[in-house]
């Protein structure tokens, strides 16, 4: 129970990391940096098609994904309240949420 919470947790951590990837993308390339919401989209696709092991409980870590990412898009989306803000991280994470709910439809047909 205790690394399904932890390997959910890890997803969150990820997201928080979502401005400073694209940063580091900046500096290879300029197309690179604005495509990093892309990256966690197909992050929560694949997280949510159970790409964890038989021995971690699924529903577990997703719960604990979903809700690490929820927070962490709650809480960077509070600075992002103007329209003209940008805010990396609250893009990164509703992209994960997305892909990670239709990535769990898929799984269960």
């Given amino acids: 129970m205790l690394s399904s919470i932890i390997i959910g947790l890890c997803y969150g951590f990820s997201i928080l990391l979502g401005g400073w990837i694209r940063v580091l993308f900046s500096f290879v390339s300029i197309s690179l940096g604005s495509r990093i919401p892309i990256l966690y989209f197909l992050l929560g696709l694949s997280f949510g098609i159970r790409p964890v092991p038989d021995s971690i409980n699924y529903w577990q870590a997703y719960l604990a994904g979903m809700v690490a990412a ?34 769990m439809i898929f799984s269960l047909f």
Avoid at 73 to 87: H, I, L, R, W
Wanted: with cysteine; net charge negative.
């Fill in 70 to 103: 929820i927070l962490v898009a709650q809480f960077a989306s509070k600075g992002d309240e103007s329209p003209e803000n940008y805010g990396t991280v609250a893009t990164c994470a509703s992209a994960f949420i997305v892909a990670g709910v239709i990535g």
